[in-house]
Structure formats: structure tokens, C-alpha cells
């Protein structure tokens, strides 16, 4: 795993419509296969976000609950908008208090790894600084998932760690 803080914090960019873009990089030894595994297979798929239930593949729709949130575990309708194994999958899902979202992952290999492009855009004006925290958290996770260190063990530890290198937090 990309091991420093800066290269594992998600970039904001503003996109000529206004819209805000983050995008998180991530790689790892492992091969491009077990990567998506972790991204895709349900077993895994649980250990570090959450459980999809559905039609799998392009065009697919299910529910999407993300279990490892406090409080009660709703699903939500998710879409999978691409699916191109083991290289780009895009999803949909609705949002009960924002836009619904779209993120886009995409995995190359390079120089030995498996590389991530986690992308998800904005609203112009949104705060995107507590969702690129969470992101971040997850993708940890994720991370850990593939042998990686696991990451702060609950989420105010966590903020405490990273959230001045957001802006939150007096570190």
C-alpha cells in the first residue's frame, strides 16, 4: 500500500462546470486479479465497506449497505453502470440527504503494482472534506483487506490522525 499520508489523501479538483472532483490513488504488490476480488467479491466486499445485493454486472441493480457506518445499516439502490473485469467498475447509488452518487474505480498495473483511481464528483459549492475523510477510511480499510496494515481502529482516533491533513481537527 502507498504508505504516507500525503500520496493516500484525496485531491480535489475543480472541474470547468464547477462541479468538484476527488480523486484518492492507491497501489499494492498484489496482482490486478486479487485486487478486484476485494473490490467485487462479497466475502471481502464486507470486510471493509459493506454488503451488495443485487444483479451483478453491467446494468445490474441491488441494495448497498455499508456496514461498517455507526448507527442502523439501511441499503440503499445501487446500479452498476460498468463492469469490465478486472479493470473498471462504476456504480450508482442513491443518497437520502445528498445527490445521488456515482464512483468511478479503474485498476491498471505499473511498475510491479496494482494501481487505483477512486474518483467520485461533487456539486460546485459542496463540502466534500468530511466525504473525502470517509473515502479515505474506507479505502484504508480496503487496503487492509490486502494484507495492508489495518487502519485506526474506530473513527475518532482516526480523524484525530488524519483530519488536520484535511483541515479538521487540531491534530
Known sequence: MTEDLATRRGVVTRQDDGR???EFRRSW???IEDVW???TEPDRLARWIGRYDGAR?????GTFSMTHEEG??????MT???CDPPRRLVVEWTQQETEDWRVDLDLWREGGRTHLSFVQVFP??????????GWH???DKFGAELGGPAPTGDWEAFVAAVGPAYGRGDG
Open 124 to 133: 460546485a459549492g459542496a463540502d466534500v472534506t468530511d466525504f473525502a475523510m
Open 29 to 31: 504488490a498484489d496482482p
Open 72 to 77: 442502523e445499516q439501511t441499503g440503499e439502490p
Open 137 to 139: 477510511w474506507y479505502l
Open 37 to 39: 476480488g476485494a473490490l
Open 80 to 82: 452498476i453502470v460498468e
Open 20 to 22: 468538484q472532483r476527488l
Open 57 to 61: 454486472g453491467p446494468g445490474g441493480t
